[in-house]
């Protein structure tokens, strides 16, 4: 047991991989739980960097108190956070603009049931939209908002990056966004 807390609280390379590997799932899940977040998402991000490096700190003093070795792991986990952290942005105009091309995809397949049926459909389900995507590039399940205009515009919704939610209008084939 004395040897195994040694391994630990001294970590080599390869441990430091294996700590790396394991902790990357967590980090990755938490910059995109953080990126779909309106304005708690900065607030989130710089409480996770501060706690990271008080944990540096912390473990940078019981380093130099024990001889241990602790602020690698810290070290860690502020590089990988970082890291993602910074992926997360350049991937986030590539996955919305992918989002946009399946909204655009799922309203001709809403045109085509409009020429069918003579009417929107009310919903994404039945056999007509097996084909159809179901999940927006950023994660999200789409849906149809409500036809609130007298013109009977129908709109296939999404939520993306930073809170918003974007639209897009079948008869106009247009976007936007709102929060």
């Known amino acids: 047991m004395n040897q195994l807390l040694e391994k630990i ?34 607030i989130l991000t710089k409480g996770f960097y501060s706690m990271l490096t008080l944990g540096f700190i912390i473990a940078f003093l019981i380093d130099l108190f024990r001889k241990t070795r602790l602020k690698l792991y810290a070290l860690t986990s502020i590089l990988l956070f970082a890291s993602f952290h910074l992926l997360s942005y350049s991937s986030e105009d590539y996955l919305r603009k992918k989002a946009d091309e399946q909204a655009i995809v799922l309203g001709e397949d809403v045109e085509r049931y409009l020429l069918e049926n003579g009417n929107f459909p009310e919903n994404l389900e039945g056999d007509f939209f097996n084909d159809s995507p179901r999940f927006a590039a950023v994660g999200s399940i789409f849906y149809l908002g409500p036809q609130l205009r007298s013109d009977s515009t129908c709109y296939i919704k999404f939520n993306t990056f930073r809170g918003f939610t974007r639209c897009y209008n079948v008869k106009t084939k247009q976007f936007h966004s709102y929060d």
């Open 9 to 42: 609280v001294r970590p080599n390379f390869k441990l430091l991989i294996i700590f790396g590997l394991l902790l990357s799932p967590f980090l990755i899940v938490l910059v995109h739980g953080i990126s779909f977040s309106w304005m708690m998402g900065d």
